[in-house]
């Protein structure tokens, strides 16, 4: 469902992000994690179609996202570490705006949001406007507004910033849910614990390489670490990398 062909990214001298090969399957949860500065943030502006890489290839649901790229961002679901929102429209309104943005039609739209707001602890404040809104419960609107049109891949960049225990709580099980239902998710995150606990497979970026990648049990064995959590395997293997 997702497929980085030696996905390289410049600015000026800097290689952010150098000549990465990702390939995540239907249905699996996949982690991506890294110190700052790393390029996971840049990674995830390619994949999502944000940014043009310097050099490779982004492939979504089988579709080139230099070659089509209103196909290929139609079938992402995009949840940025720093969503914008326009505070002068309701919640129920910037729903709206981004159903049309994906071609959500009328016939579905209103049941659909209630639904995802009804979930996401929204829906008494639907009609009030998002500038009344704390910092998590736009987290979950904007969460909410990427799953409007039912997308095949979810691309998200620190889904649990701002979310007190309950929002984390069920953005994990909901993302376990859409895994199940054959949804794919890319999902950057510094919170190593939730990385552990959710993902399938993680990668671990470093100076804009991959330098590891698996499951916890082999990112341990490529660490050569006989037991310890994912934050003794990400440190081992950073620390290794040197600065």
């Known amino acids: ?31 991506f ?4 500065g790393a390029g996971k943030t840049t990674t995830i502006r390619m994949l999502a179609g944000v940014l043009a890489p310097s050099e490779g ?25 720093r969503p914008f929102l326009y505070e002068k429209l309701t919640g129920m309104e910037f729903m709206r705006f981004s159903a049309d943005l994906y071609g959500v039609g009328d016939g579905h739209f209103r049941q659909k949001a209630d639904g995802l707001l009804m979930r996401f602890s929204l829906h008494d ?29 979810i691309i998200v ?3 649990m910033v701002g979310l007190d225990p309950a929002g984390i709580r069920l953005v994990k099980d909901l993302l376990r849910e859409l895994a199940r239902q054959g949804t794919t998710v890319f999902m950057s995150t510094h919170t190593l614990s939730i990385a552990e606990d959710l993902c399938d497979r993680i990668g671990v970026i470093h100076r804009g390489k991959l330098i590891a990648l698996g499951t916890t049990g082999d990112l341990r064995g490529t660490a050569l670490l006989a037991e310890g959590d994912l934050e003794d395997v990400f440190l081992r293997l950073t620390e290794k990398e040197g600065p």
């Open 33 to 36: 994690i890294g110190p700052n």
């Open 57 to 81: 290839e982004v492939a979504v649901n089988g579709i080139s996202m230099a070659a089509d790229p209103v196909a290929a961002k139609g079938s992402i679901g995009f949840i940025p570490d």
């Open 125 to 153: 404040w639907a009609d009030e406007l998002i500038e009344a809104y704390s910092h998590g419960m736009r987290q979950r609107l904007v969460i909410a507004s990427a799953l409007l049109h039912e997308p095949r891949v």
């Open 157 to 159: 960049d620190e889904p």
């Open 1 to 31: 469902m997702i497929e980085l062909k030696n996905l390289s990214k410049r600015f000026g001298n800097i290689l952010a992000v150098d000549r990465l090969n990702i390939s995540v399957a239907k249905g699996e949860i996949f982690g």
